[in-house]
């Protein structure tokens, strides 16, 4: 099992910035990926970064150029530093971690999510 705990959501302006951070805890494996995921009301969830152990990164085209993802390995921590936030940032930000066991065994855990709102 593991647990994602999220923390550093909350109100920004247009244009500001916010760091989310989320720290795993638990029996975690040497291959996975940490990701972020966000849901608007009345929206599907989707993948906003992902990050493998290997340090290798993928975004969202709405976010490229304006979020970075990063990860501490030794914290078991993954990051999100967002920059130029726009309201259509605005939604709950979920952590999520997958996995796969020395067995190949696949496991997937999500955080319970923190919202983000973007508004003057």
């Known amino acids: 099992q593991v647990q994602l705990v999220e923390s550093g959501g909350g109100l920004v302006q247009p244009g500001g910035s916010l760091r989310l951070s989320c720290a795993a805890s638990?029996?975690?494996?040497?291959?996975?990926?940490l990701a972020w995921y966000r849901q608007a009301p009345g929206k599907q969830r989707e993948l906003v970064a992902a990050?493998?152990?290997?340090?290798?990164?993928n975004y969202a085209d709405s976010v490229k150029g304006r979020f970075t993802i990063s990860r501490d390995n030794a914290k078991n921590t993954v990051y999100l530093q967002m920059n130029i936030m726009k309201p259509e940032d605005t939604a709950v930000y979920y952590c999520?971690?997958?996995?796969?066991?020395?067995?190949?065994?696949?496991?997937?855990?999500w955080g319970q999510g923190t919202q983000v709102t973007v508004s003057s």
């Open positions: 999520n971690c997958r996995q796969t066991s020395t067995l190949g065994y696949k496991f997937e855990y």
């Open positions: 990050i493998a152990n290997g340090g290798s990164t």
């Open positions: 638990g029996t975690i494996f040497s291959i996975n990926v």
